[in-house]
């Protein structure tokens, strides 16, 4: 593409075995460039057939590797391997998901997709526990899914010098996941990246609501009555309550809206319970406690016993209907598809109180502080005392908890056929596809050392910022600025930008949404009383369907925008990283990190690129945010039980609701987290690169651009296969140095002087 300037040749001899692409006056064997065909190699490839006996470098997945190359052959290695090892994995994930599709449909109870129904705690515990199967088994799946998109996009050696040699060239990218690439690589590759790209979203919308639970919630009666009701042998006067008689006693309602057949029964059969002592005696202290919630799963109806010498006569005509009890209130589970009414449903227990403007929910609080009293002493005519009596003792009915475990036979299905085409892909592309893409920095390095690349010649002080525009480029000496780089450098201010923008897009979106979801509460709620993850009427959103499947998409959503926002956070820190590990090259001699079968000096790569020091902790980030992200937006499947255990309330006798919930305090932790996130890829941008040696990135024009060796081959190696560093390797007459990666020693590059490279 450019012609070399004569005065940059190098002047040390070429190596004793030569490529085939150019050979020294002084070889014995003149083999002109027009000569060697495009499928030709280089003589040192021979070198990657050299067997190595250090166990600890046989591939990047160790010992398996060996294995795999034994029995399947020298190409199962490298990037094959490892899209083999994921697909074995994704038949085993697809024979756990055929394995519990099946068993949910044979456990499942007459209940339709019921698969337990039972204790709370022992349904959050085992809810709990699968989900971080699921978890794991989806994680499986994505990460082969990642890994294996990534050596798609990888571009091979002839894509390279394809692109290369346009007019102007092009640089592709080199050991990260690259959408640009994908113009350049084969249409083969390309689509079967979209079809692992495009079977991914479905899994991160649905897996995880293949199962979910649900908890239910009791209607209940809360009666205020004297201590001799439950000593009365005839329930005096407990049935046939006139409605009127109900609501006077500051039932709250009126008349034509009270079920007074079902508050008689319900009051004599806690009379009839309380004399066979089959209720629970709680102190009015835990008493207050257990009521004071919206989710009441474990108990119903309620008996306040208040001390005989603190409640008027029956005769006085303040009781309901000449009875012992004086005043009923309802819990009604209805209330929860309002969250309004929903954060008013235990009001009652500060009935007694004159403040009414605050919500029950805060004064609460207060109550621990003074004797507890709900209610008011009314007459038939409706005149009331000032409050009713302080509260003795409760007998509370404690019922058995109707939480269930819920499995969807639709989701199940779909999962598993999406897993079973997962896993027939990877078995395609490591069967099928044929091309050895370069997918590391080592790999790369190695090719163009063992293959020069003519379109690169001449300008060894290039760096991945003069090819960012792909506007040409020029050749020639250029003096050295003794520049000092920073991580930001090694990525384009375009693409910093756009994974800025996405991210603080999102925190902005997220902040917007936590103002209305705060705004949304009712006066006097804190952010403490909502935990995480916290199932609360106050924090419900009622307005939307009540469809398992829209809510669970709803819910799952963000979880795809975490995915490729933490996508492009960690494709820029692996592009940093990167960086560090090229100027590493200009202090000492080292090994090659590549992803075939380390061959000599080689080492293994890190999983493609990512030292496990900064990998490790970004896998954590990535599983913390997405557990809070799960806890900020959520799934809410209530079930409503009647004062009876039947299951249907209101007039409707609606059985259930779902929709979705969200945690202020969860949405916090979010944003403090993302703009943790943010600050630190800004921070960690302006850490200083050591001097010594231009930054190449992931662009392959850089990476050839330092590839162009003068050293001598006196064994059977290739230069590729040895340990090296990157420094001056000759001088010209005029004074015009040349760099290059060198198994030699090498000087380093001074400031201010010429080296081979383009001026401006």
Not at 64 to 91: C, D, I, M, N, Q
Request: glycine share 6%; aromatic share 10%; proline share 4%.
């Amino acid at each position: 593409m450019f012609e070399p300037i004569p005065s940059l040749l190098p002047t040390k001899k070429r190596p004793t075995i030569q490529p085939r692409w150019e050979s020294d006056v002084n070889s014995e064997v003149q083999i002109p460039l027009t000569t060697m065909s495009d499928n030709d190699k280089p003589p040192s490839s021979i070198s990657y057939e050299i067997p190595n006996t250090r166990l600890e470098k046989q591939s990047i997945f160790g010992l398996s590797g060996r294995v795999a190359e034994k029995y399947l052959g020298p190409r199962f290695t490298g990037w094959r391997f490892g899209v083999l090892s994921f697909a074995f994995w994704a038949s085993i994930v697809l024979s756990i998901n055929i394995a519990a599709t099946v068993l949910g449909f044979a456990v499942a109870s007459t209940e339709k997709g019921v698969f337990f129904d039972g204790d709370c705690v022992y349904v959050k515990r085992l809810n709990t526990g699968l989900h971080l199967a699921i978890n794991i088994l989806s994680t499986v799946i994505l990460a082969g899914s990642n890994y294996t998109m990534q050596c798609l996009s990888a571009p091979t050696r002839s894509e390279i010098d394809a692109a290369h040699s346009r007019k102007p060239g092009v640089h592709l990218d080199v050991g990260i996941l690259s959408i640009r690439n994908l113009s350049y690589i084969s249409e083969r590759r390309t689509f079967l990246w979209f079809l692992l790209g495009i079977s991914s979203l479905p899994l991160h919308l649905i897996y995880n609501s293949a199962v979910f639970g649900s908890i239910s919630t009791n209607s209940y009666y809360a009666f205020s009555v004297g201590e001799g009701f439950t000593k009365d042998e005839q329930c005096t006067n407990c049935s046939n309550i006139s409605k009127e008689a109900i609501s006077t006693k500051n039932y709250g309602r009126p008349a034509y809206s009270v079920d007074a057949v079902e508050v008689s029964s319900t009051l004599e059969s806690l009379w009839s319970k309380a004399r066979a002592d089959d209720l629970e005696k709680l102190d009015y202290s835990k008493c207050r406690d257990e009521y004071a919630t919206s989710i009441l799963s474990n108990r119903r109806n309620l008996l306040l016993v208040l001390d005989d010498s603190d409640i008027p006569s029956p005769a006085d005509d303040y009781s309901m209907n000449g009875s012992l009890a004086y005043w009923v209130t309802k819990f009604e589970t209805y209330d929860w598809l309002s969250p309004k009414k929903g954060s008013l449903t235990f009001e009652w227990i500060c009935s007694a109180l004159d403040d009414r403007s605050t919500p029950c929910s805060v004064l609460v609080k207060n109550l621990k502080k003074e004797p507890w009293k709900v209610g008011k002493f009314c007459n038939d005519k409706g005149n009331c005392l000032l409050s009713g009596a302080p509260v003795k003792y409760c007998l509370s009915e404690r019922v058995e908890p109707h939480c269930k475990l819920h499995f969807e036979p639709n989701i199940a299905i779909v999962v598993t056929v999406l897993n079973f085409f997962k896993a027939g892909l990877l078995f395609y592309i490591a069967f099928t596809v044929r091309d050895e893409p370069l997918m590391a920095m080592g790999d790369a390095v190695a090719s163009f050392l063992d293959k020069e690349d003519i379109e690169t010649r001449n300008m060894c002080l290039s760096s991945t910022a003069d090819f960012r525009n792909d506007k040409g480029y020029k050749v020639g000496p250029r003096q050295y600025s003794g520049e000092t780089y920073r991580w930001k450098d090694v990525t384009s201010k375009r693409r910093r930008c756009i994974t800025f923008v996405m991210f603080l897009l999102a925190l902005a979106v997220l902040s917007y949404l936590l103002k209305l979801g705060i705004d949304n509460l009712p006066t006097g709620a804190t952010l403490s009383q909502f935990a995480f993850g916290a199932v609360d009427p106050r924090t419900t959103i009622n307005f939307r369907s009540e469809d398992l499947i829209s809510n669970a998409l709803t819910a799952n959503t963000p979880q795809v925008i975490l995915s490729l926002l933490y996508y492009a956070y960690n494709s820029l820190f692996t592009a940093m990283l990167m960086g560090y590990e090229w100027v590493t090259y200009s202090r000492q001699h080292k090994g090659l990190r590549v992803t075939h079968r380390p061959s000599g000096a080689q080492r293994s790569t890190y999983f493609l690129q990512l030292p496990y020091r900064f990998g490790l902790p970004l896998m954590a980030l990535s599983v913390t945010l997405h557990w809070l992200v799960s806890q900020s937006i959520f799934l809410v499947a209530i079930e409503f039980y009647n004062v009876n255990g039947d299951m249907g309330v209101g007039s409707s006798s609606k059985r259930d609701f779902k929709s979705l919930g969200y945690s202020p305090l969860a949405i916090i932790a979010v944003l403090v987290l993302g703009g943790l996130m943010v600050i630190s890829i800004i921070a960690s941008g302006y850490i200083p690169y050591k001097r010594g040696m231009p930054l190449a990135g992931t662009c392959s024009l850089a990476i050839s651009a330092a590839c162009h060796p003068t050293d001598r081959v006196d064994d059977d190696q290739s230069i590729g296969e040895k340990k090296l560093q990157w420094g001056v390797v000759s001088t010209g007459d005029d004074e015009v140095g040349h760099c290059a990666f060198s198994a030699d020693d090498v000087e380093a590059v001074v400031k201010g002087k010429l080296y081979g490279g383009f001026t401006t």
